[in-house]
């Protein structure tokens, strides 16, 4: 790893992480997606927009972990709310399970590393004929 590649490490989580984030947004109430879009681009630390949220919502309805219907809108077309399945309660509380665990170690190695779980080699023996 090189210094400086932080930046680019933590999108990389981001982008692991948002699928779960979707499906924790969801959990409380349906969303239609440019509402979901804002909300989540308001979080901070959560930089995406509409062109990684749709896909996004696009997969997770494959993938049968949303559900989705259609809801006449006084402000234009009718839209497309998404709202939590059974399958996406189920991913995410296995997902927010492992998340801890790793947050926890992750945070207790970053603030102080672990003893040496190696036991330390014993001392060489001494050369015949040498005294203590």
Partial sequence: MVAGEAGNL????RRGV?????LAMLREKEWYGFE???AMA????????EG???PLLARLRRQGLVETSWQESAAGPPRRYYRLAPAGQEALAD???SWRQLRDSVDELLASPPEDPLPKPAPPDEAPGEQP
Wanted: glycine residues 8%; proline residues 4%.
């Fill in 10 to 13: 933590v999108a990389q989580i």
């Fill in 18 to 22: 948002l699928p779960y984030c979707v």
């Fill in 36 to 38: 979901l879009v804002r």
């Fill in 42 to 49: 308001s979080i901070d630390g959560m930089v995406t927009g």
């Fill in 52 to 54: 990684t949220v749709y």
């Fill in 95 to 97: 997902f927010a399970d």
